[in-house]
T-cell receptor
Framework: DGGITQSPKYLFRKEGQNVTLSCEQNLNHDAMYWYRQDPGQGLRLIYYSQIVNDFQKGDIAEGYSVSREKKESFPLTVTSAQKNPTAFYLC??????????????FGSGTQLSVL | GENVEQHPSTLSVQEGDSAVIKCTYSDSASNYFPWYKQELGKRPQLIIDIRSNVGEKKDQRIAVTLNKTAKHFSLHITETQPEDSAVYFCAARIFSGNTGKLIFGQGTTLQVKP
């Protein structure tokens, strides 16, 4: 059950607070992704990174920020600007390059709730 | 806009019956179509994928078919078992600029009754 690890499993955010979700992988994958999962809406892409020190906005990037300072790590910060942050957040990785967006390996997710 | 439509949203079958989940996509240039299975409380896992140069692919009890002309693809599960109960997501890689973007369907909750 290893390879890509998300923490914490559950996270609570107070109004006006920024919170950071951790994602670490030891698969030596170049590409990493953050998805948001809401009931009945599938998986929506927040941010992705094809290589270290580079990342791109996905479809719903507003209110979120990321960094990719190390190949293994791709943390997601949910800022106070995200007005509806309650959701299940999934991090994923893939080998990248020619196989970008193929064969994604997912973490076990973080459930974020607003207090 | 770019989207992937998935039907049905819920599906209930008797153990041993077949289950079919269908998806349609909008971008005719899409070239890669994976299916992910998410069991309750667990992470999504890739179960099968197909590229646009292939019409059908099988792996034991699961198969995926692709109709590029109609822009739809389907997941077929034969001889269903209770452990097949899960949420299934289809996806299509849609091109935006020079980057391929994976768009997911809304998901299908499959229940296999023993």
């Amino acid at each position: 059950d290893g390879g890509i690890t998300q923490s914490p499993k559950y996270l609570f955010r107070k109004e006006g607070q920024n919170v950071t979700l951790s994602c670490e992988q030891n698969l030596n994958h170049d590409a990493m992704y953050w998805y948001r999962q809401d009931p009945g809406q599938g998986l929506r892409l927040i941010y992705y990174s094809q290589i270290v020190n580079d990342f791109q906005k996905g479809d719903i990037a507003e209110g979120y920020s990321v960094s990719r300072e190390k190949k293994e790590s791709f943390p997601l910060t949910v800022t106070s600007a995200q007005k509806n942050p309650t959701a299940f957040y999934l991090c994923a990785s893939s080998i990248g390059s020619q196989t970008f967006n193929e064969k994604l390996f997912f973490g076990s997710g973080t459930q974020l709730s607003v207090l | 806009g770019e989207n992937v439509e998935q039907h049905p949203s819920t599906l209930s079958v008797q153990e041993g019956d077949s289950a079919v989940i269908k998806c349609t996509y909008s971008d005719s240039a899409s070239n890669y179509f994976p299916w992910y299975k998410q069991e309750l409380g667990k992470r999504p896992q890739l179960i099968i994928d197909i590229r646009s140069n292939v019409g059908e692919k099988k792996d034991q009890r699961i198969a995926v078919t692709l109709n590029k002309t109609a822009k739809h693809f389907s997941l077929h599960i034969t001889e269903t078992q209770p452990e097949d109960s899960a949420v299934y997501f289809c996806a299509a890689r849609i091109f935006s600029g020079n980057t391929g973007k994976l768009i997911f369907g809304q998901g299908t909750t499959l229940q296999v009754k023993p």
